[in-house]
């Protein structure tokens, strides 16, 4: 295995050049700290983009639907055609112009053709691997899936190929004429932050948290 | 104007309708909230998904973007159907079983026709809208775009019309026949959290920091 995606027509910018990689350590890490993958696809012609919970292992991304949405009941029928597309936003960039504002973020589109996971035993590791995803640690502290639940759900599978990664950091870059202007200038930093622990109403007031809860943080301790 | 959008067969979901709204109101709350839209479009018959800034003014929504980029591109020739999905992450919800762990999230899905916006006041005022999006009270705090600037910036209109919201709040919904294993369940709250702000090398020590810096949060207090 290559240490980059192969670079395609799709996945060759048609600006900044600078900011893209094919990376694949890269794309990977940011996958793996990203919550939700937004999945778009082509439904009578016009394109749908939804929510979808995501987990990566090695070169495979997993995405979780219930059965009944339309994009898994359309990938069922011999894949389909797919655009997942995850974003993290690392910063605010303010510029002393409006016209250099902008947003310090690293995004992952992922071109392909969604399959359904139809092998119990792989859809099993990737109900694991999504619950892992969101929460490490976590699937050692629930209830596994039985045979009944494990029908009830819908995963997809996106072979990972067809990958780009898109990446700004740093601070603004304004004009020269500009850097005399009063304005403050600079990057404000934003991160995904865990509040306190809401336990369960019906749970018993005495049931320890685990620290897959107290510890939770993105990007996720090595 | 009626304080709900109107269904369509695109907005009608295929499960659980009792998430979905279309009350006006909440859906600009979480358009206002979100600093990035995830925009879908068709090129050559695939989806195409990108990351995009965003702003509300009434029933519009304006994206930014760079004029180089082919979604601008493309909008220009008379309008591109897109799919904008705009998601917020609330909370992690874990439940007693892997099969009931969820998120609690708020997802706005708007279809149409996105249009190239053509007339520099409406460019203007939607640049300035921008701006404010994603840093309330900073459009005051920078340089105005000069024409130049204009002319290089694309921004697209989409007019809100065919739109959804699907929120999921609340605890884990766990099966009673789980409710007495011992494993921890709850929610954990996730916020978009700001970080001590980095002025830019090149400012003058002197410089205070604006209140719209120190004061950046979401939701926005109103």
Redesign the interface.
Known sequence: MTDAYAITA?TTP???PSRVSYDRAAVHAVLDEA??A?????ID???????L?HARVGDVLYLHG?A???VLRAARDGGM?????V?L?D??V??????H?S?N?R?V?A?GTATSVDSPTEKDAA??AL?EA??PG??V??????RK?LA??TVLRLNLGEVSLKVRTG??S?DPE??D???????????????????????PAS????AH?ID?RRPSPK
């Open positions: 799709r048609s600006r900044l919550l939700v937004h999945v778009g696809f082509v012609g016009s394109p749908v983009v939804l929510p919970l219930s009944g949405a339309r055609d797919v655009c997942v597309t974003t936003t910063g605010l303010l510029a002393r112009s409006a016209f504002h947003i973020y995004c589109i071109h109900l694991t619950v969101a929460v976590r699937s502290g629930t209830r596994e899936p039985n639940e009830a759900t601070g603004p304004d500009d850097m202007m009063p304005h403050w200038a600079g990057v404000l930093p934003l991160t995904t932050t865990p509040g306190r622990p809401q336990p369960a109403d019906d749970m049931t320890p948290t685990p809860v939770w």
